[in-house]
Nanobody, 116 residues
């Protein structure tokens, strides 16, 4: 079965950096686009970044453009989110996402907290 396991979250000061990882299993990772979402307290889950199956194309939410970079290693079945110049408003639980055959799959999430 599909499994997505996020890691790399934590507490960081504003202006700092974190690198999130999502280890995937149970499907042919290299065949699917992958995404990162986040959900802040009291807010809806929102798309942060997405990457195509081969990694040739990416897109980002306007709020993170120029600060976050999504990438993937298909040999290791892992997708990454490099986050730079973090802001308090980036505080949220970050989720790895796979959309496949009309179903949505999520990891357990990893908490990112940015202090001012």
């Amino acid at each position: 079965q599909v499994q997505l396991v996020e890691s790399g979250g934590g507490l960081v000061q504003a202006g700092g950096s974190l690198r999130l990882s999502c280890a995937a299993s149970g499907f042919t990772f290299s065949s699917y686009a992958m995404s990162w979402y986040r959900q802040a307290p009291g807010k809806e889950r929102e798309l942060v970044a997405a990457i195509t199956s081969a990694g040739g194309s990416t897109n980002y939410a306007d709020s993170v453009k120029g600060r976050f970079t999504i990438s993937r290693d298909n040999a290791k079945n892992t997708v990454f989110l490099q986050m730079e110049n973090l802001k308090p408003e980036d505080t949220a639980v970050y989720y790895c996402n796979l959309d496949r055959w009309g179903a949505r799959y999520w990891g357990q999430g990893t908490q990112v907290t940015v202090s001012s």
